[in-house]
């Protein structure tokens, strides 16, 4: 798994699981998500599991950050750290 | 066919409020249990179009709020499972009393669903039930968590023991906790409502059961969006099974 790949899976799942009306490459690597796609607490919540079970990560309170969803760069990178993907 | 009127069900500590959606037909009653909160709050209009949509086809259906949430009196903080099921329990009485019918439907949204598998009826309808309640909890907890620090970005200890603001005692969590959900109704229809139809893990070991109709909507999750969501599928689905079982 590449750091592209990572980026395509995200925003299939965000398109998927946010049962956006877009398709997932009208989502740029840099869009504001919370503006953008108004994300507010129940989306931000499935973004989270999302992940977790996208790529088998646990999202733990201790690393919490709203700011790990601000764009689609911002959770690959940390996708990349939790599976220490280059 | 006439509109929804309120009613007042007995109940073992103070009468419940109800909505019944009155049809000509006597051999099945319907009632409606709805879940907690915010999940309450969200398919309260939802909860309003199925009944009568099957009202429409002549059939009875009733919708009621819990003791101590909506419109029947009491406090929130003074109920249990044990208690919720009771109330399940009157309203189906009151509905079978009321309506002549000879046969009861349940429907029940998710832990209404939970709380419906505890309760007899002839023919049940869980949509997107809480099979592991535990891991509800956990995502309960995992969620207020998420939504105290949008609110408070400083928030460090936000409160756990809540569904939405209302207060879990611990009884109640460890009630909760130790709840064996187990679909032992002849007659039920178990709707998956998920951004996939792919059959969650919580859901695979009903699919195959006896007595139990799986069906898996690609729907958005209505009980916890604040938008407007098409909810006609889950409505037509659920119509059609319970005319089918007349």
Known sequence: MNGENIKEKIKDMIVERLFLDAAPEDIGDEDPLAEKYEIDSVRLFEMVIGIEELFGVIIDEAEFDIGLFKNVNSIAEYVRSKKDIA | ?246
């Open chain 2, 1 to 246: 066919m006439a509109g929804p009127e309120s009613v007042s069900i007995p109940s073992p500590r103070e009468p419940l409020f109800g909505m019944l959606h009155p049809a000509e037909c006597g051999s099945l009653a319907v009632v409606m249990c709805p879940p907690l909160a915010e999940e309450k709050k969200t398919s309260y209009r939802m909860f309003y179009e199925q009944a009568e949509a099957i009202a429409a086809k002549g059939i009875s259906v009733l919708r009621f709020d819990y003791f101590g949430t909506g419109d029947s009196p009491g406090g929130f903080e003074e109920n249990s499972l044990d208690t919720w099921s009771d109330d399940i329990r009157a309203a189906s009485e009151f509905m079978l009393s009321e309506t002549g019918a000879e046969k009861l439907c349940l429907i029940g949204l998710r832990l209404g669903g939970t709380l419906a598998l505890t309760c007899r009826c002839d023919h049940l309808v869980l949509w997107q039930p809480m099979m592991d309640v535990k891991a509800y909890l956990k995502a309960n907890a995992q969620r207020q968590y998420i939504r105290h620090r949008l609110i408070d970005s400083d928030s460090e200890g936000a409160p756990r023991m809540e569904i939405d603001g209302y207060p879990l005692s611990e009884g109640l969590i460890r009630s909760m906790e130790e709840m064996k959900p187990v679909i032992d109704h002849r007659d039920c229809l178990l709707v998956q409502i998920s951004y996939t139809e792919k059959v969650s893990a919580e859901y695979l070991p009903y699919r195959e059961q006896s007595g139990v109709e799986f069906k898996a909507l690609r729907m958005e999750p209505f009980w916890s969006r604040i938008g407007r969501v098409d909810t006609n599928p889950l409505i037509n689905l659920t119509t059609d099974w319970i005319r089918d079982h007349l």
